[in-house]
């Protein structure tokens, strides 16, 4: 099965005006302040492939390494305690 950023390429590809949409989207959001990841998770991840999973994110949002992996790890706490919906 492709990995998930290969499926999207490729529709990229085929459809360059959702690319160029999801484009001009992102840079808005990131004008504006917005910084976050987005990362999918399954049921079948264990807590570190989910914190993984979250700090790999961070990283593509540029955050440094150390601040990635304390924002993942909070992230994963507050999941858990139902603080973030």
Known sequence: MPYKDDRVEKFD???PE???LSDLTTKFLIQNGYRGAIV???EDM?????????FAGY???GY???EADKLARNFY???K???VS
């Open 77 to 79: 706490k507050s999941t």
């Open 13 to 15: 590809r085929e459809h």
């Open 64 to 66: 440094p390494e150390d």
């Open 46 to 54: 264990t807590e570190e492939e989910i914190i993984m999973a979250l």
């Open 81 to 83: 305690k139902g603080t």
């Open 40 to 42: 999918e998770t399954t």
């Open 59 to 61: 990283l593509r949002e």
């Open 18 to 20: 959702h690319k160029y």
